[in-house]
């Protein structure tokens, strides 16, 4: 059983692999829950990664922090699931 309800959703966001310092601005985000969400990446990174997600397209720009846990190649894209850091995390 789910413990956060998924909520569908197609918006552009900015991903930014901290180790890395990549952007990869044409991203697209999947779904959206209380503990984090999915969207798709031009390449598998690894899990435990750590993420900074942006959506500028909001006014404030909104900003989140948190590490993959999931990375998977499907037939047309490549996706990933972010889980939120906590506060103290942040």
């Known amino acids: ?3 956060y309800i998924r909520h569908p959703i197609t918006v552009p966001i900015e991903v930014e ?3 890395e310092m990549e952007v ?3 991203t697209r985000m999947l779904n959206i829950s ?3 969400l999915a ?3 031009p390449k598998v990174v690894p899990v ?3 993420i900074i997600v942006s959506i500028p397209q909001i006014w404030p720009d909104y900003r989140a922090r948190g590490h993959v846990v999931w990375c998977r190649a499907n037939k047309d894209s ?3 699931g972010l889980r939120f850091a906590e ?3 942040a």
């Open 17 to 19: 692999v901290v180790d």
């Open 1 to 3: 059983m789910r413990k």
């Open 24 to 26: 990869h601005s044409q």
């Open 87 to 89: 506060a103290s995390e």
């Open 48 to 50: 435990g990664s750590q």
């Open 39 to 41: 969207f798709q990446l």
């Open 78 to 80: 490549i996706e990933a």
């Open 34 to 36: 209380a503990g984090g």
